[in-house]
């Protein structure tokens, strides 16, 4: 968490998710050396090395997701924006909410970091697909919910 936020202020254009990524691959060094240090290097056979090594692993994968998700949240949750703001003003009209969390704004802050990702791009007035990571990642979670029998959400046909 230290060192995402260190990062985020000398690379302040770079994504928080990419940072967050970064971040966690190179946290595998001083959690593989330490894990090594305290534990795995007293371990007599080489099944106990490989059974625990996995579970590190498996320990330290599910923090990082863990802390992955309440980073998300804390980035781009619009409930825990809300009640944030609600907290600084102790108490907002509606009106007040709606004008502070702004339709188009929330769509331009998107846009904008999936640019910073790489995974759209701009020409002219038109968003194009430059990568296919996330869309993958969409297309995967679309059919798990298809495959769940969850609706679909709406989609957008500019031909009608």
């Given at each position: 968490m230290l060192f995402s936020r260190i990062f985020a202020i000398y690379r302040p254009n770079t994504s928080n998710h990419i940072i967050f990524t970064i971040c966690v691959l190179v946290g595998y060094i001083p959690m593989g050396i330490s894990i090594w240090e305290v534990f795995l290097k007293y371990l007599a056979t080489?099944?106990?090395?490989?059974?625990?090594?996995?579970?590190?692993?498996?320990?330290?994968n599910a923090?990082?997701?863990?802390?992955?998700h309440i980073f998300n949240m804390s980035e781009t949750a619009r409930r825990i924006r809300i009640l944030?703001?609600?907290?600084?003003?102790?108490?907002?009209?509606?009106?007040?909410?709606?004008?502070?969390?702004?339709?188009?704004?929330?769509?331009?802050?998107?846009?904008?970091?999936?640019?910073?990702?790489?995974q759209i791009k701009k020409i002219?007035?038109?968003?194009?697909?430059?990568?296919?990571?996330?869309?993958?990642?969409?297309?995967?979670?679309?059919?798990?919910?298809?495959?769940?029998?969850?609706?679909?959400?709406?989609?957008?046909?500019?031909?009608?």
């Open positions: 080489p099944i106990e090395l490989v059974t625990a090594g996995i579970h590190a692993l498996i320990i330290y923090l990082s997701y863990s802390y992955f944030n703001e609600i907290d600084k003003a102790k108490q907002l009209k509606a009106s007040d909410v709606a004008f502070i969390y702004n339709a188009d704004d929330m769509l331009k802050v998107r846009l904008e970091r999936l640019m910073a990702m790489h002219g007035d038109r968003y194009l697909l430059d990568q296919n990571l996330l869309y993958i990642v969409a297309k995967i979670v679309a059919g798990c919910r298809n495959l769940l029998g969850f609706p679909l959400p709406k989609t957008f046909n500019p031909k009608g």
